[in-house]
């Protein structure tokens, strides 16, 4: 992996920084601010203050006036901070710029991001594409790493030409990023191969006729904690943002008889890095062939609704808006105000009330799951003579069979049928 800059060996005490253009925009900017919080934690670096910092126009330099980064600076140096955050997005310039005036490590959200991905991704699809996605980060940024050795140089002209000769650095850049060009082309193929052993594990699944939910929310809402619950599973759920990147599958029983697979997704956040929206699409893409999704709500937090358009619009992106969708308003025993609630459940109308850690509201889930699915699946009792050897093989190959009994030559079957098969046994239908 390609370094962007020379980063400190462990970044210890940060100085979070977010340029704002609007006073308007004041909460939405201390909520994204404090988020970046979170995540800078989520990485072990400690965070000396959060700064808030308006500018009346957007500069190309620094995003802000000279004057306003030399307060930062200052502010920093004060500080003795190792390493300004920015929660604004930073181009590989203006990058440069700010480590150029601070002398300390300058990065960005999107890096930040990246960090956490890259120490959470456990599979082998994971891994690669977070490893694509910081490549595709490092890769514009890679001038920094070598422009001491041009300044160390000098200019210098060739012997016959008298033309200014390449610097050393310019040359090792070119030589990184053409090696970085091929290690990015290396990885699109592997993902890609990741990915058609993925598609064809799933048309063995769809053979099977069983219907696929995906759970889907804001990171830290407890969806990792609910399939757990559901599943009765031991899957990594903890209290920080993004504890787990990679889907999980289980396979549940519902209250009518038949197998639902639950996949456990990628959390959404606000400002996600756009290339990581595209790097996760193979992930995330669980929730765009779902049968229907179920959308986690942290019922406790104060930017739920924020939180739930958020997830909405990505899933927008995703193609996956519009699938049947259960929402659950998660963490309701840590609700003091039952008036939040009142508002949530009547902007929500069918809402589900949860908790996934004490076990409240599971088993209105699994209703409202089989309530989804319920055109996909009958259950009939069925009178087969016992001459039709095949379709009692049928209903035992496809169908979930409850009990059997026999009558004379018949034998009574009661079963849980997909709709599917129903029709060519509809004839045998006892009343």
């Known amino acids: 992996m390609f370094e962007v800059r020379d980063k400190p060996e462990m970044v210890e005490r940060a100085l979070l920084v977010r340029l704002a253009f609007n006073k308007k925009e004041e909460d939405e900017d201390i909520s994204l601010l404090e988020e970046l919080d979170e995540l800078v934690k989520t990485l072990g670096i400690g965070v000396v203050e959060q700064n808030l910092a308006y500018s009346r126009s957007m500069h190309r330099k620094y995003l802000c006036g000279t004057g306003k980064a030399a307060e930062i600076v200052e502010f920093a ?3 003795e901070c190792d390493c300004i955050v920015f929660d604004n997005e930073l181009a590989p310039s203006q990058q440069r710029e700010w ?3 601070a002398q300390i490590c300058v990065i960005d959200r999107e890096e930040v991001i990246l ?67 091929k290690r990015i ?34 990171t830290n809402a407890g969806k990792s904690t609910l399939l757990n619950q559901l599943a009765g599973s031991d899957i990594m759920a903890k209290d920080m943002l993004f504890a787990t990147l ?48 179920i959308h986690v709500l942290d019922a406790n937090s104060p930017e739920a609704i924020k939180f739930f358009e958020t997830t909405m619009h990505v899933l927008g ?8 969708m259960i929402t659950v308003l998660n963490k309701v025993d840590l609700v003091e105000d039952e008036a939040i609630i009142a508002d ?20 209105d889930i699994l209703k409202a799951c089989t309530d989804v699915l319920s055109n996909r699946v009958k259950r009939n009792t069925y009178r087969i003579p016992q001459s039709e050897g095949q379709l009692t093989n049928l209903l035992h190959a496809e169908a979930k069979v409850l009990s059997t009994d026999y009558e004379g030559n018949d034998v009574l079957i009661n079963a849980i049928v997909p709709a599917m098969i129903a029709g060519r046994l509809e004839k045998y239908l006892e009343e």
């Open 317 to 324: 992106e995703l193609g996956a808006a519009d699938k049947p």
């Open 115 to 181: 960090d956490i991905f890259a120490q959470r991704a456990q599979t082998k699809e994971a891994t690669l594409q977070v490893e694509l996605a910081r490549m595709q980060y490092a890769l514009p940024r890679m001038a920094r790493m070598w422009g001491h050795l041009d300044r160390e140089g000098g200019g210098g002209t060739s012997g016959g030409g008298g033309g200014s000769s390449r610097g050393m650095g310019e040359m090792q850049i070119e030589v990184d990023r053409r090696l970085a060009r």
């Open 344 to 363: 949530l459940t009547e902007r929500f109308p069918n809402v589900v009330l949860a908790s996934a850690t004490t076990g409240q509201g599971v088993d």
């Open 185 to 218: 082309d290396k990885l699109k193929k592997d993902l890609e191969a990741v990915r058609t052993q993925r598609a064809t594990r799933r048309k063995e699944r769809e053979k099977t006729d069983t219907a696929h939910a995906a759970i889907v929310g804001y």
């Open 246 to 293: 990679d889907t999980t599958t289980r396979s549940i029983l519902l209250p009518d008889g038949q197998t639902l697979l639950l996949t456990d997704t990628v959390g959404f956040i606000r400002n996600l890095p756009h290339r990581l929206v595209e790097a996760f699409k193979a992930t995330l893409e669980e929730a765009v062939l779902a049968d229907f999704l």
């Open 77 to 79: 140096h004060a500080h």
């Open 99 to 101: 480590e150029e005036l």
